[in-house]
């Protein structure tokens, strides 16, 4: 048989049917809707109704990452940081040491309620670099605690002005996000001065008693939600 007698293969038709709008929906739902619902669900995103602050999951502190402005031309250090919990308190503590010993222990911001309640709010503070002075505001649901602190009779003395005696300084919460575990302490300002300064990435080692007893002049801000 030649080739010019040869029959072409028939052509495979295949019917593609329409699919349903419904299906096409759940199938949206399923893979896009359902994971970005429960995403906002976690961290207190719009559309679920909430006076919680947004972007923070329950009982988590959130530090915010602070872009390059003007503050830095007025702060030595700075965080700003936001939660959401219940507690009965918090507080934010000062602590000031002097070759290992504790001279100074007080606290600097402080909010309490009776019984438990939510604490949904900011907390900021710094360090000023013209007059050495402490801020730390602690705002939540309509309430705040705000003070200045002279940290100059601390033997602080600003970024620059002292350019001989070795700085150390810590302000970060690891990974910007931490869970908030109850009468503990949260680590949110480490400044060493003078002596043998090291700095270390877990706090732990900075407060540790060799190290301290290491050091000139530190100064530690931390909090506890209680």
Do not use: W
């Not at 872009?67 to 940081?81: E, R, T």
């Not at 504790?102 to 900021?124: F, Q, W």
């Not at 070795?166 to 869970?179: F, Y």
């Not at 877990?202 to 000139?216: A, F, G, H």
């Amino acid at each position: 048989m030649t080739a010019k007698n040869q029959k072409a293969p028939d052509t495979v038709k295949t019917l593609i049917r329409p699919r349903n709008p419904l299906q096409i929906f759940f199938a949206f739902l399923l893979v896009i809707g359902l994971p970005t619902m429960l995403y906002c669900y976690y961290y207190n995103y719009s559309p679920f109704p909430s006076k919680k602050v947004a972007g923070v999951p329950n009982n988590h502190l959130v530090q915010l990452k602070n872009p390059m402005d003007l503050s830095s031309l007025l702060l030595d250090f700075g965080s700003q940081l936001k939660f959401n919990t219940v507690a009965e308190s918090m507080t934010v503590y000062f602590d000031y040491y002097q070759k290992g010993e504790i001279k100074e222990h007080k606290i600097v911001a402080s909010l309490t309620t009776e019984p438990r309640n939510d604490y949904n709010g900011y907390l900021n503070i710094g360090i000023t670099k013209s007059d050495s002075l402490l801020f730390v505001d602690l705002f939540s649901n309509g309430s705040s605690s705000n003070t200045m602190t002279d940290l100059s009779k601390f033997h602080y003395t600003s970024l620059g002005e002292d350019s001989l005696s070795p700085t150390g300084a810590s302000t970060s919460i690891p990974n910007n996000e931490l869970n908030i575990e109850k009468k503990q302490e949260i680590p949110l300002l480490y400044i060493a001065k003078g002596g043998d300064v090291k700095l270390y990435a877990e706090m732990k080692n900075n407060l540790s008693e060799e190290n301290l007893k290491s050091v000139e002049n530190v100064c530690y801000i931390y909090l506890i939600v209680e």
